[in-house]
């Protein structure tokens, strides 16, 4: 059978095997989205009768709300009273079924995605999702002054819900997902921030992913508050210097780039342009900034275009991701030396 290999749930009940019944319901739900779920397609495929299947979950509705439970208990079994602790195990685990790209990954996209599920649905499943170990520890941090961040069951899920989505795109584009403490960073936002803003942001973040899914020589994390980064991605024969100046901080890898590669009558310029503060300020017209300038690469000049881009989770902290590639002249006109005093962002 196709759902063979789902070992969910814990043991049977009243004769049946709980562990396939789960398992098939994640794939018909994960399939077919909640309206068109059938619980005589789940009954078929578990090798059970219909009515040995409401007896043991109900309806559908009780039925998904079982899975959404068993998801968040899974996620969270060793035992902790720290709430950020639980919620790091739920990013992991979350983390951890997208890239492998399970239905359980399709399961969790189906709930945040399919616009069909009824509203008195989505919010029996939020108040199921508030009945959970996890969720009682977080409200009571939060309770405590321990987390300062809005405590409602609404927040938190839209917390997952975004983190689902970021963690959806970066698998999409094969780059390194941001960590898991960076992750939770998405919780400590303003609590008037809106629902709206909350899904502004989830959608911003695909022109993001969509420019960084094309072949970059290298691609950085940059933290513009600490001016911490991390390298995702430097595995070119001459990119060691990128690995040594990153340990340094932006300003340092800004430093040496400059140094190292560009002209010196574009020292100043590219530094200017590439201060935090002017990133964050173009920020406000393009969540993806461009700027294109000659590297002198091996003797010989390079026309090259570095890319700076809102991290997904800009909205909620000054961070950005940096690529750079040469610039393909099919794709973008070469500038001339008479552009580069006015050159510009964009």
Not at 31 to 52: H, R, T
Not at 162 to 174: D, P, W
Request: charged share 30%.
């Amino acid at each position: 059978m196709l759902f063979d290999n789902f070992l969910l749930g814990s043991g049977s009940l009243q004769g049946i095997d709980e562990m396939r019944i789960r398992g098939c319901a994640y794939g018909e739900f994960a399939e077919k989205g909640f309206m068109s779920a059938s619980l005589k397609n789940i009954a078929a495929k578990a090798e059970v009768s219909e009515k040995q299947l409401l007896a043991a979950f109900g309806s559908k509705e009780e039925l998904l709300e079982r899975l959404i439970e068993e998801l968040i208990e899974n996620a969270t079994e060793h035992v902790t009273n720290s709430s950020l602790e639980m919620l790091a195990s739920i990013v992991d685990s979350m983390k951890h079924e997208i890239e492998r790209d399970t239905r359980k990954a399709a399961f969790i996209g189906m709930l945040f995605c399919d616009q069909t599920i009824p509203a008195d649905v989505k919010q029996d499943c939020v108040e199921c999702f508030e009945n959970t170990r996890a969720y009682e520890c977080f409200a009571r941090d939060c309770g405590k002054g321990l987390i300062n961040c809005d405590d409602s069951a609404d927040s938190l899920v839209r917390f997952f819900m975004s983190v689902f989505s970021i963690l959806k795109g970066y698998a999409i584009a094969e780059v390194k997902p941001p960590e898991t403490e960076w992750l939770l960073g998405l919780l400590f936002k303003k609590t008037d921030d809106t629902k709206e803003k909350d899904e502004s942001v989830i959608k911003r973040q695909n022109s993001v992913i969509a420019t960084f899914a094309s072949d970059f020589d290298s691609i950085l994390f940059v933290d513009l508050d600490t001016g911490k980064m991390d390298v995702y991605q430097a595995s070119g024969a001459s990119d060691q210097w990128i690995i040594e100046s990153a340990r340094g901080g932006y300003n340092e890898y800004r430093r040496r780039f400059a140094e190292t590669f560009l002209f010196p009558e574009d020292v100043d310029w590219f530094l200017k342009e590439t201060e935090p503060q002017s990133i964050m300020n173009r920020f406000d017209e393009d969540p993806v900034l461009f700027i294109d300038h000659r590297v002198n690469f091996r003797g010989r000049t390079v026309f090259y275009q570095t890319i700076i881009a809102l991290d997904p989770m800009y909205s909620f902290g000054n961070k950005i991701l940096i690529g750079g590639h040469k610039i393909a002249a099919a794709k973008r006109p070469r500038p001339v030396d008479d552009d580069f005093d006015k050159a510009i962002f964009g």
